[in-house]
C-alpha cells in the first residue's frame, strides 16, 4: 500500500510562487508514474501535471504550461511542482497521485481513474 502525503500550500499573491512535494511511503517508485491534480470547488478534478519513473517523460495541462514544472527525486520518494506566476484560478485542492507506468497510462494519463493512490490535498489559495 503506497501513502501519498502532499505539502507546501498556502496563500500567495497573484503573481507569486509556491512549491509543492508529495512524499510517498514506500522505499521505492520503480515503475511508478506519478501526477498533480487539482480541485475547485464546484468543478472535478482536473489534470495539472504528470512524470513518468524516470522523469524522461513530462506532460502538463495548457492552463499550466509554461508556468509549472513538475519533477521528482526517486531516492528521497518525493515528487514537487514548482508554480510560478500564479493566478487567481490556480485556487484549488492539489491532489498527488501514482500508478505503475503503463500503456494505459501513457494513453490515459489525464483522466483520474488511472492512478491507485492518492494523497490527502494541499490547498492553494491566490488572491488578487
Known amino acids: 500500500q503506497v501513502q501519498l502525503v502532499e505539502s507546501g500550500g498556502g496563500l500567495v499573491q497573484a503573481g507569486g510562487s509556491l512549491r509543492l512535494s508529495c512524499a510517498a511511503s514506500?522505499?521505492?517508485?520503480?515503475?511508478?508514474?506519478m501526477s498533480w491534480f487539482r480541485q475547485a470547488p464546484g468543478k472535478e478534478r482536473e489534470f495539472v501535471a504528470a512524470?513518468?519513473?524516470?522523469?524522461?517523460?513530462?506532460f502538463y495541462a495548457d492552463s499550466v504550461k509554461g508556468r509549472f514544472t513538475i519533477s521528482r527525486d526517486n531516492a528521497k520518494n518525493t515528487m514537487y511542482l514548482q508554480m510560478n506566476s500564479l493566478k487567481p484560478e490556480d485556487t484549488a485542492v492539489y491532489y498527488c497521485?501514482?500508478?505503475?507506468?503503463?500503456?494505459?497510462?501513457?494513453?490515459?494519463?489525464?483522466?483520474?481513474?488511472?492512478?491507485?493512490?492518492w494523497g490527502q490535498g494541499t490547498q492553494v489559495t491566490v488572491s488578487s
Open positions: 497521485a501514482t500508478t505503475p507506468v503503463s500503456s494505459r497510462w501513457y494513453s490515459r494519463r489525464y483522466h483520474p481513474s488511472v492512478y491507485d493512490y
Open positions: 512524470i513518468n519513473w524516470s522523469a524522461a517523460n513530462t
Open positions: 514506500e522505499r521505492t517508485f520503480s515503475g511508478y508514474a
